[in-house]
């Protein structure tokens, strides 16, 4: 059994990034203002790799500490030490993937031991990658959902944290069951975060445990 999650006894720093829309991460923000995040947490800096994300232009509107690093065209360790510098410099305990559709260097990853967390919408291992509601749908499963891991070298792999499922439903489309996801996820990476940062649990393998408070 290892024990990777020290208590915390102070705000924890999250640092956000994001390439799109940034659901989530309202749904973090939103949480941390008057939800089961409050005083647990709070957002260091939001980062984007795309220009023109939605969710950076909330982010800005909402006055946090912003950066952007555009990814396109370059080299992926290089912009890792980017966005890893800017992590550092907001002094960030944990690193929230929120839509980062960018895979992460090695480098970035063992920087961060164990404190990166991402939110897939599929139960994995199901379903890895880009369009995991619509592979889903047409798989045929009638049951979907999301999943907050922590994240290791491979692709949607690491911990997993909660895992939320719902029923697939004969008049879903691949659309209308993607959203249905969604509703899951804003709340489900809240209560993954506040678990984290909570710094009660530990790995038995591959599992995550809960340590009861004592
Ligand atoms: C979310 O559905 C998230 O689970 C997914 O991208 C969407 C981002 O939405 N992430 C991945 O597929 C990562 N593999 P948002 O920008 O509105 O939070």
């Known amino acids: 059994m290892s024990r990777?999650?020290?208590?915390?006894?102070?705000v924890a720093r999250l640092?956000?990034?994001l390439s799109g829309r940034g659901s989530n991460f309202l749904a973090i923000a939103?949480?941390?203002e008057s939800g089961s995040l409050k005083g647990l947490a709070d957002i260091a800096v939001v980062i984007a790799n795309v220009e023109d994300a939605p969710g950076l232009a909330a982010a800005r509107e909402l006055g946090?500490?912003?950066a952007l690093f555009v990814s396109k065209?370059?080299?992926?360790?290089?912009?890792d030490a980017d966005v890893a510098a800017c992590l550092s410099e907001h002094e960030v305990d944990l690193v929230?993937?929120?839509?980062?559709?960018?895979l992460l260097s090695p480098e970035f990853i063992a920087?961060?031991?164990n404190r990166i967390l991402n939110i897939h919408p599929s139960l994995l291992p199901a379903f890895t990658g880009l369009d995991a509601q619509t592979q889903a749908f047409e798989y045929g499963c009638t049951v979907a959902g999301c999943t907050v891991h922590f994240v290791d070298e491979h692709l949607d792999h690491g911990v997993i944290i909660l895992q939320r499922a719902i029923p697939v439903l004969e008049t879903d489309d691949a659309h209308s069951l993607a959203e249905r996801i969604l509703v899951e996820e804003h709340t489900a990476y809240a209560e993954a975060i506040a678990r984290v940062v909570s710094g009660q649990y530990c790995f038995e393998g591959r599992r995550y445990l809960r340590i009861a408070e004592a």
């Open 73 to 79: 065209g370059r080299k992926r360790a290089e912009h």
């Open 30 to 32: 939103k949480s941390i």
């Open 4 to 10: 990777p999650g020290a208590a915390q006894h102070r």
């Open 15 to 17: 640092g956000i990034l």
């Open 96 to 102: 929230i993937l929120a839509g980062y559709m960018r």
């Open 64 to 66: 946090l500490p912003t």
């Open 111 to 113: 920087a961060f031991p």
